[in-house]
């Protein structure tokens, strides 16, 4: 709720590289927009933690059906959020945001941002193995920062999706040969959710691959 902060997570500075933070610690079960999700065919969700700059840290997977408390028809149940299965993937990938919204005081323009991550999967990789284990979200709408994700991947070899995307059409064909996928965010205009829910570990999106076709199942950004 934007009008009231305190019913939210907050957000981090975004720079703690060493430690990346983690959303699973911050997940809140059992709110209205969840249980309408749930609802609606939506099983699974993954969430990145916030930030006020570069780097949010590792998103996690969770059932949108858990809940953090104990149910008032099945007083004497489990708390759900300990079940097995409510968080189903608690490091499901790093996240970025390359532009505006990234800048902060160690990554101040676009240019070190780019070079930062550069360095997060090359020269300092070793700081912390996430950054050699999971996939690489970068959260951009910028034709121009999705090439030099397309150029940072021939480089690494990093499984690296784009999120936002509303200028990825314009490097299509560039993004088909690279095998870098695209959740496209917000999803507007799109189909009306399934009736039932969505397979494990599935997410509706939007893949791009150089002839226009658009709306496939894709785990984390990889074709199915």
């Known amino acids: 709720m934007l009008q009231e902060p305190s ?8 720079e703690e590289y060493e430690r990346p933070l983690s959303s699973k610690l911050g997940i809140k079960f059992g709110g209205m927009h969840l249980r309408r999700a749930y609802q609606g065919g939506v099983a699974r969700m993954v969430t990145p933690p916030s930030t006020n700059g570069f ?10 059906g858990a809940k953090s408390g104990r149910s008032r028809y099945h007083p004497h149940s489990r708390l759900q959020v300990l ?30 941002q780019i070079s930062k991550l550069h360095s997060l999967l090359t020269d300092d990789k070793h700081i912390h193995p996430i950054y050699q284990s999971v996939a690489v979200v970068v959260h951009t709408n910028n034709k121009d920062v999705i090439a ?8 690494t070899g990093a499984h690296i999706v784009i999120m936002g995307g509303s200028e990825a059409h314009l490097l299509a064909t560039e993004l088909a040969k690279a095998d ?30 150089g002839r226009g076709r ?8 990889r074709s199915k």
């Open 7 to 14: 019913t939210s997570d907050d957000a981090s500075a975004g």
């Open 55 to 64: 780097f949010h840290g590792t998103s996690a997977t969770f059932r949108s």
């Open 83 to 112: 079940e097995a299965g409510a968080i189903s993937e608690p490091r499901a990938a790093l996240h970025f945001t390359i532009g505006h919204d990234g800048k902060s005081p160690r990554t101040p323009s676009i240019t070190s």
């Open 148 to 155: 030099h994700m397309i150029a940072l991947k021939r480089v």
């Open 180 to 209: 870098v996928s695209v959740i496209v965010a917000p999803l507007l205009g799109r189909p009306e959710l399934p009736s039932r829910p969505a397979p494990s570990r599935q997410i509706r999106t939007a893949d791009i691959d």
């Open 214 to 221: 658009q709306g496939r199942y894709l785990e984390l950004g």
